[in-house]
């Protein structure tokens, strides 16, 4: 089992930038693979951008070109870099870890396909 901690959010103008953290407990990080979703005001929680375990990357539309999912596996920790915010990114945004051991260099945008989820964090973008 992982338990995964965010932090980094907070509130920023359009146009600015914010670099979110996810801690994750437990020995095996390198075994999963890892995503970011958010959840705005009266939405369901969506797919925002995902690492492999190799770090092969993979993003939804609406973030393309502006964030950047990272990991650093020896810290356990994944970072979604977010620059050129709107005020559309706000939300709460959750890391996740799908366990994909003996599945390869997996990478899912799929929500149901993670294992383990934080609290999540919460991104406010003024205009």
């Known amino acids: 089992q992982v338990q995964l901690v965010e932090s980094g959010g907070g509130l920023v103008q359009a146009g600015g930038s914010l670099r979110l953290s996810c801690a994750a407990s437990?020995?095996?990080?390198?075994?999963?693979?890892m995503g970011w979703f958010r959840q705005g005001p009266g939405k369901e929680r969506q797919f925002v951008a995902a690492?492999?375990?190799?770090?092969?990357?993979t993003y939804s539309d609406s973030v393309k070109g502006r964030f950047t999912v990272s990991r650093d596996n020896a810290k356990n920790t994944v970072f979604l870099q977010m620059n050129s915010l709107n005020p559309e990114d706000t939300a709460v945004y959750y890391c996740?870890?799908?366990?994909?051991?003996?599945?390869?260099?997996?990478?899912?945008?799929?929500?149901?396909?993670?294992?383990?989820w934080g609290q999540g964090t919460q991104v406010t973008v003024s205009s």
């Open positions: 996740a870890a799908d366990d994909v051991s003996g599945y390869g260099d997996l990478v899912s945008k799929i929500l149901g396909q993670y294992d383990y």
């Open positions: 437990g020995r095996t990080f390198s075994s999963y693979a």
């Open positions: 690492i492999s375990r190799s770090g092969r990357t």
